[in-house]
C-alpha cells in the first residue's frame, strides 16, 4: 500500500523560512515523479510543484517560482519542499503528491494527509 | 494560464438520483482532463484521467466524458459516501497545472 507522510509545517511569522518533508513507502520511490500540491483553508487546490523520479527537472507554478525549491533523496524515499520568504498567503494545507505512471498524464493517484503551513505575525 | 470553471458550485441531490459536474477551460485542453473527489477532512481521490478514463478501484457509476474546452463528470445512482466536493484538474499545459474551484454535491 502507497503510503505518503508529510511532516515539518507549523506557525511561522512571514519572511522565515520552512522545510517541509514527504516520507513514501509502499512503492518504489525513485521511478515516480513527486509533487506538491497545496490547499487554503476552506478554499481549492493549487499545484505548487513538480519534480522527475530522478530528480533532474523541477517545475514551480508562478506563485511560488523563485521563493520555494523541491528536491527530493531517493536513497531515503523522501520528497522535500523548501520554503523561503514566506507570505500570508502561503498558509494553506500542503499535500505531497505522487504521479500516475501514465505518459503524458501529469495526475496524481496518491496524496499524503498534508501538512499545515500557518504565515502569520 | 489555463483557468479551470466548474458548475454549479453546489449540486443537491437525492441519494439514487444522477448528478452532472461541468467543468470548463478557457483554452483547449484537448482530453488532458482528470476528476479528484474530495471527502471532508481528506486527502482528494484520483477518479478519473485522461477526461473519461476511470482510476483503479473507482466504481463503473462514475463516468467523464468531453474535450477540448467542456467537461462533464456524471455520477449515476448516487450513493451516501459520493457527498463531497469534486474537483477538475487539467494538465493540457504542463509543466502548469490548474484546478477547478470545485463543485460540492450535498444530500437534497
Known amino acids: 500500500e502507497v503510503q505518503l507522510l508529510e511532516s515539518g509545517g507549523g506557525l511561522v511569522q512571514p519572511g522565515v523560512s520552512l522545510r517541509l518533508s514527504c516520507a513514501g513507502s509502499g512503492f518504489t520511490f525513485r521511478g515516480y515523479a513527486m509533487s506538491w500540491v497545496r490547499q487554503a483553508p476552506g478554499k481549492g487546490l493549487e499545484w505548487v510543484s513538480s519534480i522527475t523520479s530522478g530528480g533532474d527537472s523541477t517545475y514551480y507554478a508562478d506563485s511560488v517560482k523563485g521563493r520555494f525549491t523541491i528536491s527530493r533523496d531517493n536513497a531515503k524515499n523522501t520528497l522535500y519542499l523548501q520554503m523561503n520568504s514566506l507570505r500570508a498567503e502561503d498558509t494553506a494545507l500542503f499535500y505531497c503528491a505522487k504521479e500516475l505512471p501514465v505518459v503524458g498524464a501529469t495526475v496524481f493517484d496518491s496524496w499524503g494527509q498534508g501538512t499545515l503551513v500557518t504565515v502569520s505575525s | 494560464e489555463i483557468v479551470m470553471t466548474q458548475s454549479p458550485a453546489t449540486l443537491s441531490v437525492s441519494p439514487g438520483e444522477r448528478a452532472a459536474l461541468s467543468c470548463r477551460a478557457s483554452?483547449?485542453?484537448?482530453?488532458?482532463l482528470a476528476w479528484y473527489q474530495q471527502k471532508v477532512g481528506q486527502a482528494p481521490r484520483l477518479l478519473i484521467y485522461?477526461?473519461?478514463t476511470r482510476a483503479t478501484g473507482i466504481p463503473a457509476r462514475f463516468s467523464g466524458s468531453g474535450s477540448g474546452t467542456e467537461f462533464t463528470l456524471t455520477i449515476s445512482g448516487l450513493q451516501s459516501e459520493d457527498f463531497a466536493v469534486y474537483y477538475c484538474q487539467q494538465y493540457n499545459s504542463w509543466p502548469q497545472l490548474t484546478f477547478g474551484g470545485g463543485t460540492k454535491v450535498e444530500i437534497k
Open positions: 483554452h483547449n485542453c484537448n482530453n488532458n
Open positions: 485522461g477526461a473519461s
